[in-house]
């Protein structure tokens, strides 16, 4: 897919999102939907560029948060202090022993709060405006402007050298090394990229829920990234942001069922799996006028 037809495709779907909330805006089930519907369109994007550590999610909620509370820091200055702080706490942190300390009594020292998550996260404030769960639409706003970027950042990247250089390293290492291609340098590029912007949606999520629990650590996370990944297709920017809003929406739409939601959501990833293996969007190039008139 060319870069002009993506962009296209993208700024369809971001159009109609960006005027959701003029219909919308005094339902906050709905709106709560669009809100995440955005976040996890672009979180799930980097995951399909560069599968990193989902654990930059929850470091960089958690490092906003203390930035906040502890040094009256906002929401930009947090931002760089977690970039900066992330490469020194990884090292130590993959150490087994001391991960458990952190869900204990180290975890409450420091700030993570233990085993307990940190309960109350202060909303973000940009020139006197409060941007929580509490002022909907102005979150919606904020949250869909970064997104923009982001997805502007994601889609050149894809279509750039940087992104060929990668994806020929995903496909063949071997074959993209002899070529001259740095395997070290392009995967550390695309991870450095893809880290910060998730770990700059998870600070946008922790100060929109108010809280952080140590299920965000768990294999919940990963597994609707996983099927989000699958239903748009894995490799076939952009139809991850598809397969995010439709994760989403149905996740949200089984919030009823209570325990049986996660079997419904793996019996449909199985499904998708038997029947499309490409996801929706190898079942839209599959129909589409120029595939049958190729066969």
């Known amino acids: 897919m060319s870069l002009k037809r993506m962009l296209l495709i993208l700024g369809g779907f971001y159009c109609v999102m960006g005027i ?5 805006s005094n339902t906050p089930y709905i709106m709560n939907i669009l809100i995440m519907i955005l976040i996890w369109a672009v979180v799930a994007s980097c995951w399909d560029v560069c599968i990193c550590f989902g654990h930059t999610f929850r470091f960089a909620g958690h490092t906003s948060c203390l930035c906040h509370n ?24 993959c150490r087994p022993g001391l991960i458990p300390f952190l869900r204990g009594p180290l975890g409450r020292a420091i700030g993570s709060g233990g085993a307990q998550g940190i309960l109350t996260i202060p909303p973000i404030n940009f020139f006197g405006v409060a941007f929580s769960s509490a002022h909907l639409v102005p979150f919606f706003y904020l949250t869909f402007f970064v997104t923009i970027i982001c997805t502007l950042i994601l889609a050149l990247i894809i279509k750039s050298y940087w992104g060929t ?21 392009y995967k550390l590029l695309v991870f450095a990229i893809t880290s910060f912007i998730t770990g700059l949606f998870g600070a946008l999520y922790a100060h929109y829920v108010g809280m952080l ?7 919940d996370v990963f597994t609707i990234l996983m099927i989000m990944m699958v239903i748009g297709g894995i490799g076939k920017y952009p139809g ?18 209570g325990m049986y939601r996660p079997l ?16 929706v969007v190898g079942l839209v190039q599959k129909f589409s006028p120029l595939q049958r008139k190729l066969g």
């Open 70 to 93: 502890n040094g009256g820091r906002n929401y930009r200055s947090a931002g760089c202090d977690c970039g900066s702080a992330l490469p020194q706490t990884c090292r130590p942190l």
């Open 165 to 185: 250089a990668f994806l020929a390293l995903k496909d063949s290492e071997n074959f993209a090394t002899s070529l001259g291609i740095s395997a070290f340098k």
């Open 264 to 279: 419904i959501m793996g019996a449909l990833v199985v499904i998708l799996v038997l029947f499309l293996r490409d996801g």
């Open 20 to 24: 959701m909330p003029l219909f919308f």
């Open 240 to 257: 991850v942001v598809v397969g995010a809003v439709i994760t989403v929406t149905v996740n949200q739409l089984l919030a009823p069922m």
């Open 213 to 219: 629990s140590t299920k965000m650590l768990s294999m």
